[in-house]
């Protein structure tokens, strides 16, 4: 017994009276989450440090830390964020550019707010100029996201510019994304997650791979009730978080589908919720069934029979189902108004869209869809995502992903992408912004996902010329074209605004010649096929060749030419994306004065890997010169490892260009 006295009764004493010994609400960890203690004070070290990059500014700091709370009006997450932007420039535009801040916020349905909003500008000589708040103001970038701006004042070189701001969101199925990459380097990013006893999330970091981005948990005991056994003590406060140090800038290369594709970054999406928690499905499945249950689309068009019955009329008079689906189109897309708002819900009625009243994508394409399954299509919804927004992560189920609504439908086993919003367009011809990779299609009971593969979103011209060259340096011609795909559009659209025809053509094809000249020009939609407009113009161009003593200087490429090749880099890691495959034939047939000729004789050439050629035919018979150049790029998508193979076909492709002969007599 004395012995047990001895040795146990001092810590039972030290448990019972000492019990904040053991708290570790000290722990350094319970300080850095609250990252607004940091604000407005910049230790001196971070004005001087040298930059090892040649950007005009920099993150110094990114900062965010999340929490979630319980208000009478639900559960809410409130993420404090902190940045820094020291900038390294004396241009006044680079600066202004370093100064000017955007702060994006989901305003629809009151998801997000902003509060606590303050903005520093710290100079090297330790004075500080504030930004009044009354002078921010708030721009609406879409349907669903708005954007805090503001210009911060007293931007120079050597400043530093801070500013913290709190985001509260009630939708809490998924938290905005974490951004550490930007389009200049980040010297230090840091994330900080206080979760709570009832909610858990699913962390996903992407894009990582330049950097190395450390991940700690802590499971913080802040409670004063002495250990022990018998005493009930809250669980430890558990804190996730994220470091990143020196994160490259992104490669904002040519060619990329959207910067978020490649762009590190980390998601989070719940994944356990209530006490005690329980997981929580995240699945497309559920997002599907989300849709159905809280804006079905099938459910939305249901009263609109009067919709149907146009369809019914249009069918009736119809050979076949594909031109039924055709005049529908046609007629949905020439009665309708577009406003400009691309967007997944059509939120009032759909009478005022054929009224040619101003209407939103989704409204549009719900009208569409009405008229073709009254027609008898099965038409169904298309869900996707803007090449702005990014491709659609599948491994990340959301109905978030989404920000654009089409049309699909499949006959006899041909698919067809439609968009009545799209000004004078077809099926299968659909905006370049919605020509992403997959979209999801929604039927009345599951979904599947489709490739966006529309056939007619292309730039498809065929040319032919025939000219004739003087002494005096003047090329005289006639150009015969067919156009196809998005020229196509792009000349249907420009003939209903009431452009003429020949301010067209040279807009399209000499538009780099300011003295040409256009005669006989007719630009004619085919009666057969409105994809195919027949494009005939006589043509001028003034000083084209330089005539010396000796000889005329020629460049043979007269239209079709690419002065700058997109692809600069010798190196690229991410995918090429185009905005959309490209056919490119031209056949020049030229004659020279009388006594000149030029050595190309029965010379061909080809520069081609899978999905891209570029074929070159040269023939010369006395004084006339017969050539031509054949681009035809069928895949819209190439990946990185064939990236100097495609570099090489667009750098011979500016090298032609750019090329003259010298033509002597």
Same mark, same amino acid.
């Given at each position: 017994? +004395? ?10 004493? *030290? ?13 350094? /960890? ?11 004070? /910049? ?61 994006? =916020? ?24 504030? !930004? ?27 400043? /530093? ?8 969101? %009630? ?11 930007? %389009? ?55 804190? +996730? ?8 800038? *992104? ?6 589908? &959207? ?5 590190? +970054?980390?998601? =989070?999406?719940?994944?356990? !919720? ?53 005049? @529908? !189109? ?10 400009? *708002? ?10 005022? #869209? ?9 409204? /549009?394409?719900? #009208? ?20 702005? =927004?990014?491709?659609?992560?599948? &491994?990340?189920?959301? @109905?978030?992903?989404?920000? %654009? ?50 056939? +007619? ?40 605004s009431g452009e003429p025809a020949p301010a067209i053509i040279k807009q399209i094809f000499f538009e780099v010649y300011t003295e040409a000249e256009m005669a006989e020009s007719s630009l004619q939609i085919n009666s057969r096929n409105r994809n195919i407009v027949d494009v005939t113009t006589e043509f001028e161009i003034p000083n084209y060749a330089a005539s010396f003593r000796d000889g005329i200087e020629f460049r043979p490429m007269v239209v ?8 600069? &880099? ?25 006594? !000149? ?12 890997l899978q999905g891209a050629a570029l074929r070159e035919e040269y023939i010369s018979e006395g004084n006339t010169v017969k050539y031509s150049f054949d681009i035809d790029i069928s895949r819209k998508e190439f990946p990185a490892d064939v990236y100097s193979q495609l570099r090489r076909i667009y750098e011979r492709w500016v090298f032609l260009s750019n090329e003259t002969w010298f033509i002597e007599q």
């Open positions: 017994m +004395q012995l047990f006295v001895r040795l146990f009764l001092p810590l039972l004493i *030290v448990l019972l009276f000492g019990g904040t010994a053991y708290s570790q609400d000290d722990s350094p /960890i319970l300080d850095e989450i609250h990252i607004f203690n940091k604000f407005g004070s /910049i230790p001196g070290s971070q004005f001087n440090n040298s930059a090892d990059h040649g950007y005009p500014f920099e993150y110094l700091l990114k900062e965010s830390s999340i929490r979630t709370i319980e208000r009478p009006s639900g559960i809410l997450a409130v993420i404090d964020n902190l940045v820094r932007i020291r900038v390294l420039t004396g241009d006044q535009l680079e600066q202004a550019e370093a100064g000017l801040i955007g702060i994006p =916020f989901y305003f629809k349905d009151g998801i997000e707010t902003i509060t606590n909003l303050e903005a520093i500008t710290h100079q090297p000589d330790g004075s500080q100029v504030r !930004f009044d708040v009354e002078n921010r103001r708030t721009v609406d970038l879409n349907s669903r996201y708005k954007i805090i701006e503001f210009e911060m004042p007293e931007v120079q070189e050597g400043s /530093i510019i801070e500013y913290k701001y709190t985001l509260e969101r %009630r939708y809490i199925e998924e938290l905005p994304n974490f951004y550490l990459g930007h %389009r200049v380097p980040t010297q230090e990013a840091n994330l900080y997650f206080r979760n709570s006893e009832f909610i858990r999330y699913d962390a996903v970091p992407l894009h990582i791979e330049d950097f190395e981005l450390e991940y700690q948990e802590h499971r913080v005991d802040t409670s004063n009730v002495p250990l022990l056994f018998t005493l009930p003590r809250p669980n430890p406060v558990y804190i +996730q978080e994220w470091n990143g140090e020196e994160i490259p800038a *992104v490669d904002v290369s040519s060619y990329i589908s &959207s910067i978020d594709d490649i762009r590190a +970054q980390i998601k =989070f999406q719940i994944s356990e !919720f209530g006490i005690p928690r329980q997981p929580l499905e995240n699945s497309w499945e559920f997002v599907a069934a989300q849709l159905l249950r809280n804006r079905n689309p099938y459910e939305k068009i249901a009263p609109y029979q009067e919709f149907e019955r146009i369809g019914e009329e249009i069918a009736a008079s119809k050979n076949s189902v594909v031109e039924a689906q055709d005049s @529908v !189109f046609h007629y949905v897309n020439s009665n309708v108004q577009f406003n400009g *708002v691309n967007s997944v819900v059509a939120e009032g009625d759909l009478y005022h #869209v054929l009224e040619g009243e101003l209407a939103t994508q989704a409204e /549009i394409n719900l #009208v569409l869809l009405t008229i073709l399954r009254g027609a008898g299509i099965d038409a169904k919804p298309l869900y996707l995502s803007g090449r702005e =927004f990014g491709r659609i992560d599948k &491994s990340f189920p959301s @109905v978030f992903q989404f920000n %654009r609504l089409l049309v699909f439908s499949e006959i006899d086993g041909k698919k067809y992408f439609m968009d009545g919003s799209f000004p004078v367009s077809m099926p299968n011809l659909i905006p370049i912004e919605s020509y992403n990779s997959q979209g999801m299609v929604l039927t009345k009971e599951s979904y599947q996902w489709v490739d966006i593969s529309p056939e +007619q979103s292309v730039f498809d011209l065929d040319i032919e010329i025939q000219a004739a060259l003087s002494m005096d340096g003047t090329l005289n011609g006639t150009l015969m074209a067919q156009t196809r795909g998005y020229p196509s559009q792009n000349i249907r659209e420009q003939l209903e079709g030419y690419l002065f700058r090749n997109p692809f600069e &880099s010798t190196e690229r890691r991410v995918p090429i994306t185009l905005d959309a495959p490209e056919k490119l034939s031209i056949r020049y047939t030229v004659d020279l004065p009388d006594g !000149f000729s030029v050595d190309a004789m029965g010379e061909t050439r080809d520069t081609s």
